[in-house]
């Protein structure tokens, strides 16, 4: 059983980066397709970026994020890490790591069947 958490995040002044890393449990972090998806108050979740399996596996970034964001993959603590950067106010929201259901392409939130509890970015100006 695939397991996620997220650690990270918290505060930031505008222009500023932070890491957000997702922790899983239950398989190698390679074997899986990783996405991260954030949802603000009052709006839907959206996709931010993903990770598909694989050796290297290949990476893919919304097109509000894709100058800003990258990512890292940490085979000691099998684990993915989210690094924003430039960060701008309407990046305030809760961001989420997730597992993908087999076969999909993990491009669309209902691609994710397993989701981590969520870490909090609040971006000041």
């Known amino acids: 059983q695939v397991q996620l958490a997220e650690s990270g995040g918290g505060l930031v002044h505008a222009g500023g980066g932070l890491i957000i890393s997702c922790v899983v449990s239950g398989r190698p972090v390679n074997q899986l397709i990783i996405g991260w998806f954030r949802q603000a108050p009052g709006k839907e979740r959206e996709f931010v970026a993903a990770w598909t399996a694989g050796v290297r596996g290949s990476t893919y970034y919304s097109d509000s994020v894709k100058d800003r964001c990258s990512q890292s993959r940490d085979y000691a603590k099998n684990s993915l890490q989210l690094h924003a950067m430039q960060l701008r106010t309407e990046d305030t929201a809760t961001y989420y790591c997730?597992?993908?259901?087999?076969?999909?392409?993990?491009?669309?939130?209902?691609?994710?069947?397993?989701w981590g509890q969520g870490a909090q970015v609040t971006v000041s100006s």
């Open positions: 997730a597992s993908s259901k087999q076969g999909r392409n993990g491009l669309n939130v209902n691609d994710y069947d397993i």
